[in-house]
């Protein structure tokens, strides 16, 4: 039986789930971290002094969160042999989240917000994108 090229160059090219599953997760859950970063954020600047100390716990949550999501993608990318733009981006966002935590512990607003905004922008198109081309 002959199986067609086209085929089998999918199957070589289709990333195990051993991994793929993994940083879909951490995907998925760095997302819900920022969402709840954008939420956190908004009670605090409409009064809630209290969700300052929430917003700051949850941020070092979703960093770590986005520290496993960088190594699942390296894991895809060597060991897996799958693309490589996985954990490229997510050390892009590594990059933006630790600059974002530093604006933020200094009070640099003008650049906190926007670039809170950006994070957010680009971990929803990350997590859509990791579940659409690593399957």
């Known amino acids: 039986m002959s199986v067609s090229p ?8 289709r990333a195990p789930g051993w991994i793929v599953w993994p940083l879909r997760s951490a995907a998925v859950l760095h997302l819900l971290g920022v969402l709840a970063q954008a939420a956190l954020a908004g009670l605090f600047v409409t009064g809630d002094v209290d969700m ?6 949850n941020a070092g949550l979703t960093h770590g969160m986005l520290y496993l999501q960088l190594v ?3 894991l895809l ?3 897996a042999r799958g693309p490589a733009w996985p954990a490229l981006a997510a050390a892009a966002l590594v990059a933006a989240e630790t600059f974002q935590v530093m604006v933020g512990q200094d009070r640099v607003l003008a650049v906190h917000f926007p670039l809170g905004m950006a994070v957010f922008g680009a971990t929803a198109v990350l ?4 579940w659409r081309v690593t399957r």
């Open 52 to 57: 300052l100390a929430w917003h700051r716990t």
């Open 127 to 130: 997590t859509l994108l990791v």
């Open 77 to 79: 990318w060597r060991p």
């Open 6 to 13: 086209g085929l089998a160059q999918a199957d070589r090219t």
């Open 72 to 74: 699942a993608s390296i």
